[in-house]
């Protein structure tokens, strides 16, 4: 659970792709038919299994589009292990995206019929990105009630700003990216753990790498562009 949330969290930060004539989306796949796939590392390099995107609806309406990502997780053999959609909004500048989406649904899923209250803010993402923005903070808290128990759970999405460009090389090709921080939190009863993130963006292209690290900085995953289909 706790390595689907943190790659779900890395990746809503900054999926990109190319930006259609008729979508306000520069950062964002918002284009019916787009696809990328990931294939996700361990610390110590070792495949542990990859990831399908692809947007299986978009609405323009005005100056505003909608769209929907499908996301399908297959492990290190290649059995399918996690699924989930989520809901991408692009008004003028700017591309928000639904809170809940922090969320993965198969956690939904286990939590059945039992009261769940859900509130927090969306995830925002500039078309325009230079070297030393900050970018707004993004949160989701949920309660659950059970047999007159109340739980709680947050995730956090903190700190977020441009670091910097870079040119990074994967299996896809080499790009030119802009290069995102961001500190992922998450608390629940009472465990508390924070989860920093980098991810790298190519304009026209997606999400080229993206790597999480614990508390003090060492490694504990990484993700890299295998393909990318218009």
């Not at 930060?13 to 008729?22: E, L, N, V």
């Not at 990502?69 to 995206?97: E, F, H, P, Q, R």
């Not at 969320?103 to 039992?114: F, I, K, T, V």
């Not at 993402?125 to 989701?140: E, F, R, T």
Request: with cysteine.
């Amino acid at each position: 659970m706790k390595t689907k949330l943190l790659f779900t969290l890395a990746f809503l930060t900054c999926i990109t792709t190319s930006m259609a004539q008729d979508n306000c989306s520069k950062f964002y796949p918002m284009n019916e038919g787009v696809s990328m796939e990931y294939t996700n590392y361990n610390k110590k390099g070792k495949v542990e299994g990859v990831s399908s995107y692809k947007v299986v609806e978009a609405i323009n309406n005005g100056n505003v589009t909608n769209a929907t990502m499908a996301i399908d997780l297959k492990d290190n053999k290649g059995k399918d292990a996690y699924s989930t959609t989520y809901n991408l909004t692009c008004t003028g500048n700017m591309v928000t995206l639904d809170y809940e989406s922090l969320l993965p649904s198969e956690m939904m899923e286990q939590y059945g019929d039992m009261d769940i209250e859900i509130s927090g803010n969306d995830i925002e993402i500039p078309n325009d990105l230079s070297v030393g923005q900050k970018l707004n903070d993004a949160n989701v808290a949920m309660k659950i009630s059970m047999s007159g128990i109340n739980m709680n759970m947050t995730v956090d999405m903190t700190n977020r700003n441009v670091e910097k460009k870079e040119s990074i090389s994967t299996p896809a090709g080499t790009y030119d990216c802009y290069v995102l921080y961001s500190e992922n939190r998450s608390k629940m009863m009472m465990a508390n753990q924070v989860y920093p993130s980098r991810v790298w963006l190519a304009e026209g292209v997606g999400m080229v790498k993206q790597e999480t690290y614990k508390k003090n900085g060492d490694l504990m995953s990484s993700t890299l562009l295998t393909a990318h289909s218009k």
